[in-house]
C-alpha cells in the first residue's frame, strides 16, 4: 500500500485500525479536493472519475 501524507491510525484490532485508515483517508482527500478547486479559482471544471 502507498503511503498517503498524513494518512496514519493506531487501534487495537486490524478491523478497527481499518476503518480508522478509511475515514482518515477520506477526510484528507475531500480536504485536498476543496484546496485544489479554491487554487484553481473560478471556473474550473470538476470531473468525478470512477475507477
Known amino acids: 500500500m502507498e503511503e498517503v501524507p498524513g494518512v496514519n491510525a493506531q487501534e487495537q484490532s486490524r478491523e478497527a485500525l481499518l476503518e480508522s ?14 484546496d ?11 470531473l468525478a472519475l470512477l475507477l
Do not use: D, K, S, T
Open 36 to 46: 485544489a478547486l479554491e487554487a484553481a479559482g473560478p471556473g474550473a471544471e470538476e
Open 21 to 34: 485508515l478509511r475515514e482518515v483517508l477520506r477526510e484528507a482527500l475531500e480536504f485536498n479536493r476543496q
